[in-house]
């Protein structure tokens, strides 16, 4: 007798015949038996052709019964044992034909060995291949959108381009405020400190407005709208083409991305901007609340200051900034939505992939603006 | 907790907000009974399953299972009622981020002491009781709908539920493979012995698989007709079973 857990079995020999009996209960919370043992057993009898089962003593039996058998009938098959099933409850009976009625489809199985390098390295030549196609397609699609806006051809709902606009614009206020006025002050604190060793403390408006204007107001906002609408984008489209929403515009003759995507471009296109000039506002604000709590400036001080240092074409440069930004972040979002796949995993990696994608779209755009504005001289 | 019945409604009313769905639903649900609720579209029938499996409190009256009332008892042990209960949705509801075999082991690693080689094996056992012997490692998004579907009933029979709750099992599926998931209900059934609920209008599954039924009337809003599918069909008067029941337009 042999036992594991609380379920039991004893193999007694008959010449060519094996019986195993089953006694005890044989629940899978009590753990599963292993069939090595038995087996080992079985294959030392040479002469041993049939299997044979007796459950008379057999108590409450579920899954954990059926897992053991299961195992042990394809043992068996495997070893030339013809398995009589007879001796099982019925129902046990009913769910091991039910187990083995389909049998497993000859190349299903997936081997998960790891794959050579060569092999893994053209996989991701070929995914990267395909994205790129993919975004030059979707570029393309979305340049002849913009054409036929400017002709007065695409077409969407105006009340789409306004719900994307108050959702990029006007919705996106109290985030921004927070976040710039936080940066100007931090940006002024850090100065300040500095700057009081030399007894240059109003340079803290030059340093804050400058910084504000031509860098930070732009990149913060890029970077909060990236992380706030850039993703939304993503996951709306993605949702889209999961229930087939996407589909359904395309067998339409609708252009999603003159449907879907344009509202977005254009509602982030013009909010960006607008939320740029307001960011610089608030973080200039922000460096003046530091200089006249820490550093004795008044407020009309740091105002004469700000404006004779920063001159209007950093706050244009700024302003560019963040069109392009605009551009690139609901680009991002957007190709990233329509790119993804039909399950919910997928929505997540597309969200994920878009702000990813469009933080570093930004900050690789800044240094190429930079570098440009300082061969222009601006 | 032994009961007369395994599924016990009594004066159910169910609501979203001040909107009464359904009021004063009757109904006992024996011990291995395959038991079909069925209606019209909106009827209310899958607003009944997820009050039925516990993921919506009645507006009024009570759900008893196995005799102990789901709402008058603590968290702890409605939790414990509820995982010996297995439910197939509608699209199957597989988590798309793992893989079947993953799907599976959750359940597993959550409520048995099992070690990993004893789970990959009863995953096997179940997923071969559905026919998808082989598809351990492939994701949802893999494989077809009927296969998914099956995946989540794989899913739903991994503890070895006492009740299986179903939610429009046919819906989306061809004609044959719809046949052989009713044959695969019926097939579970007889050999775990485990009591099977149904939301359906499928006439074909209805007759087929249904031992006791229930129509939800939506302008009414309660139970109109009770009784095996078959015997409202030859012996109910009211017009809507009947249009119902016949496909009469």
């Given at each position: 007798?042999?036992?594991?857990?609380?379920?039991?079995?004893?193999?007694?020999?008959?010449?060519?015949?094996?019986?195993?009996?089953?006694?005890?209960?044989?629940?899978?919370?009590?753990?599963?038996?292993?069939?090595?043992?038995?087996?080992?057993?079985?294959?030392?009898?040479?002469?041993?052709?049939?299997?044979?089962?007796?459950?008379?003593?057999?108590?409450?039996?579920?899954?954990?019964?059926?897992?053991?058998?299961?195992?042990?009938?394809?043992?068996?098959?495997?070893?030339?044992?013809?398995?009589?099933?007879?001796?099982?409850?019925?129902?046990?009976?009913k769910l091991?034909?039910l187990?083995?009625?389909?049998?497993?489809?000859?190349?299903?199985?997936?081997?998960?060995?790891?794959?050579?390098?060569?092999?893994?390295?053209?996989?991701?030549?070929?995914?990267?291949?395909?994205?790129?196609?993919?975004?030059?397609?979707?570029?393309?699609?979305?340049?002849?959108?913009?054409?036929?806006?400017?002709?007065?051809?695409?077409?969407?709902?105006?009340?789409?381009?306004?719900?994307?606009?108050?959702?990029?614009?006007?919705?996106?206020?109290?985030?921004?405020?927070?976040?710039?006025?936080?940066?100007?002050?931090?940006?002024?604190?850090?100065?300040?400190?500095?700057?009081?060793?030399?007894?240059?403390?109003?340079?803290?408006?030059?340093?804050?407005?400058?910084?504000?204007?031509?860098?930070?107001?732009?990149?913060?906002?890029?970077?909060?709208?990236?992380?706030?609408?850039?993703?939304?984008?993503?996951?709306?489209?993605?949702?889209?083409?999961?229930?087939?929403?996407?589909?359904?515009?395309?067998?339409?003759?609708?252009?999603?991305?003159?449907?879907?995507?344009?509202?977005?471009?254009?509602?982030?296109?013009?909010?960006?901007?607008?939320?740029?000039?307001?960011?610089?506002?608030?973080?200039?604000?922000?460096?003046?609340?530091?200089?006249?709590?820490?550093?004795?400036?008044?407020?009309?001080?740091?105002?004469?200051?700000?404006?004779?240092?920063?001159?209007?074409?950093?706050?244009?440069?700024?302003?560019?900034?963040?069109?392009?930004?605009?551009?690139?972040?609901?680009?991002?979002?957007?190709?990233?939505?329509?790119?993804?796949?039909?399950?919910?995993?997928?929505?997540?990696?597309?969200?994920?992939?878009?702000?990813?994608?469009?933080?570093?779209?930004?900050?690789?755009?800044?240094?190429?603006?930079?570098?440009?504005?300082?061969?222009?001289?601006? | 907790?032994?009961?007369?019945?395994?599924?016990?409604?009594?004066?159910?009313?169910?609501?979203?907000?001040?909107?009464?769905?359904?009021?004063?639903?009757?109904?006992?649900?024996?011990?291995?009974?395959?038991?079909?609720?069925?209606?019209?579209?909106?009827?209310?029938?899958?607003?009944?399953?997820?009050?039925?499996?516990?993921?919506?409190?009645?507006?009024?009256?009570?759900?008893?299972?196995?005799?102990?009332?789901?709402?008058?008892?603590?968290?702890?042990?409605?939790?414990?009622?509820?995982?010996?209960?297995?439910?197939?949705?509608?699209?199957?509801?597989?988590?798309?981020?793992?893989?079947?075999?993953?799907?599976?082991?959750?359940?597993?690693?959550?409520?048995?002491?099992?070690?990993?080689?004893?789970?990959?094996?009863?995953?096997?056992?179940?997923?071969?009781l559905v026919?998808?012997?082989?598809?351990?490692?492939?994701?949802?998004?893999?494989?077809?709908?009927?296969?998914?579907?099956?995946?989540?009933l794989?899913?739903?029979i991994?503890?070895?539920?006492?009740?299986l709750?179903?939610?429009?099992?046919?819906?989306?599926?061809?004609?044959?493979?719809?046949?052989?998931?009713?044959d695969l209900i019926l097939q579970l059934r007889d050999s775990l012995g485990a009591?099977i609920?149904?939301?359906?209008?499928?006439?074909?599954?209805?007759?087929?698989?249904?031992?006791?039924?229930?129509?939800?009337?939506?302008?009414?809003?309660?139970?109109?007709?009770?009784?095996?599918?078959?015997?409202?069909?030859?012996?109910?008067?009211?017009?809507?079973?009947?249009?119902?029941?016949?496909?009469?337009?």
């Amino acid at each position: 007798m042999q036992s594991t857990c609380g379920s039991k079995y004893q193999l007694q020999f008959n010449e060519q015949t094996a019986c195993l009996s089953f006694s005890g209960d044989w629940l899978f919370s009590a753990g599963i038996p292993d069939i090595e043992p038995l087996l080992g057993t079985l294959q030392q009898t040479a002469d041993c052709q049939n299997l044979q089962f007796d459950s008379d003593q057999l108590g409450e039996w579920d899954s954990g019964l059926m897992t053991f058998l299961v195992k042990l009938t394809d043992a068996c098959q495997q070893h030339q044992i013809a398995v009589e099933n007879s001796g099982l409850p019925s129902g046990a009976q009913k769910l091991l034909s039910l187990a083995n009625s389909v049998p497993e489809h000859k190349g299903v199985r997936r081997q998960l060995l790891g794959q050579p390098v060569l092999t893994r390295i053209g996989n991701v030549t070929i995914e990267m291949h395909r994205n790129w196609t993919d975004l030059l397609g979707f570029l393309g699609e979305t340049f002849y959108a913009v054409l036929n806006l400017f002709r007065g051809r695409a077409r969407f709902r105006t009340s789409d381009l306004l719900y994307q606009i108050e959702g990029a614009g006007p919705s996106a206020l109290a985030i921004i405020t927070l976040i710039s006025t936080l940066v100007g002050l931090i940006l002024a604190f850090v100065g300040a400190v500095q700057l009081r060793l030399f007894g240059a403390q109003i340079y803290i408006a030059d340093l804050v407005g400058l910084g504000m204007a031509r860098e930070m107001g732009a990149m913060m906002t890029a970077i909060i709208m990236a992380g706030r609408t850039g993703a939304a984008y993503a996951a709306q489209l993605g949702t889209m083409q999961v229930n087939e929403e996407i589909d359904a515009l395309k067998t339409m003759g609708i252009s999603p991305i003159e449907f879907l995507v344009l509202p977005r471009l254009l509602a982030l296109c013009l909010m960006m901007p607008l939320l740029c000039v307001y960011a610089d506002f608030m973080g200039i604000l922000g460096g003046a609340m530091v200089s006249s709590l820490m550093l004795d400036i008044s407020f009309f001080e740091y105002y004469q200051q700000v404006q004779s240092a920063v001159p209007l074409k950093h706050f244009l440069i700024g302003i560019i900034k963040a069109t392009i930004f605009g551009v690139l972040v609901a680009t991002a979002g957007c190709f990233r939505g329509m790119q993804c796949g039909r399950s919910a995993s997928a929505v997540g990696f597309a969200a994920t992939n878009a702000v990813v994608t469009s933080i570093v779209l930004i900050v690789v755009a800044d240094a190429i603006i930079t570098v440009i504005c300082q061969i222009l001289g601006f | 907790m032994s009961a007369d019945y395994h599924l016990n409604i009594q004066n159910l009313t169910m609501a979203y907000g001040e909107s009464i769905i359904q009021k004063d639903l009757n109904f006992t649900v024996q011990h291995g009974e395959i038991f079909i609720i069925m209606g019209g579209s909106g009827c209310g029938k899958s607003t009944l399953l997820r009050h039925l499996v516990g993921l919506m409190q009645p507006h009024k009256g009570q759900i008893l299972i196995n005799g102990t009332d789901l709402w008058q008892t603590s968290t702890e042990q409605r939790n414990q009622i509820i995982s010996r209960s297995g439910v197939l949705y509608q699209g199957g509801a597989l988590w798309s981020s793992m893989t079947l075999a993953e799907n599976l082991e959750v359940p597993l690693k959550e409520y048995t002491d099992l070690t990993a080689k004893q789970i990959i094996e009863v995953i096997n056992y179940k997923l071969s009781l559905v026919g998808l012997a082989g598809f351990e490692d492939y994701f949802p998004s893999e494989i077809s709908g009927g296969m998914q579907k099956r995946a989540g009933l794989a899913r739903a029979i991994v503890l070895d539920p006492d009740i299986l709750f179903f939610d429009e099992p046919s819906a989306g599926l061809d004609p044959i493979s719809s046949r052989l998931l009713d044959d695969l209900i019926l097939q579970l059934r007889d050999s775990l012995g485990a009591t099977i609920v149904i939301v359906t209008h499928e006439l074909a599954s209805i007759f087929s698989v249904g031992d006791k039924s229930i129509f939800l009337d939506p302008t009414r809003k309660t139970i109109i007709a009770r009784g095996a599918p078959q015997q409202l069909l030859d012996t109910c008067d009211d017009p809507h079973v009947r249009k119902f029941l016949t496909r009469d337009s």
